[in-house]
């Protein structure tokens, strides 16, 4: 009888233990996850400063290569980029703006042409 209570006060007290840690790590893995998106919204915000600057006119964006998921969503508005992600949004600022304000996701394929006031969005059409 003594053994099988142990048994049972050190399976209750692994619970409790394991209880308490998981709240801590599961905290870990989500500001991670923040760290990574926030990362890879300024990154797509870089990708159109770079593309300003250099001597190409136009540039074909397929989004499923640079939303970080399937899920995600992009919204272009003037200087302002913002990744979404499930019920989470980062923002970036772009220094050469966006001429028209646009949101796409992960299926969309997008020309950019560079204006003197700045970058044009076009959602291409799938027959062209």
Do not use: W
């Amino acid at each position: 009888m003594e053994f099988t209570l142990t048994r049972v006060v050190l399976t209750i007290c692994g619970l409790l233990l394991l209880a308490a840690v998981i709240p801590p790590v599961t905290g870990v893995f989500e500001d991670r996850e923040d760290c990574e998106l926030q990362g890879q919204s300024d990154n797509i915000a870089d990708l159109f400063d770079s593309f300003y600057v250099s001597e190409v006119d136009t540039m074909t964006l397929c989004m499923n290569d640079i939303l970080p998921s399937c899920d995600s969503t992009i919204v272009l508005d003037g200087n302002i980029l913002t990744l979404k992600s499930g019920e989470r949004e980062y923002k970036s600022t772009i220094r050469h703006g966006i001429v028209n304000k646009a949101s796409f996701g992960s299926d969309d394929i997008v020309i950019c042409k560079k204006t003197d006031e700045g970058i044009v969005l076009t959602l291409m059409n799938p027959d062209q």
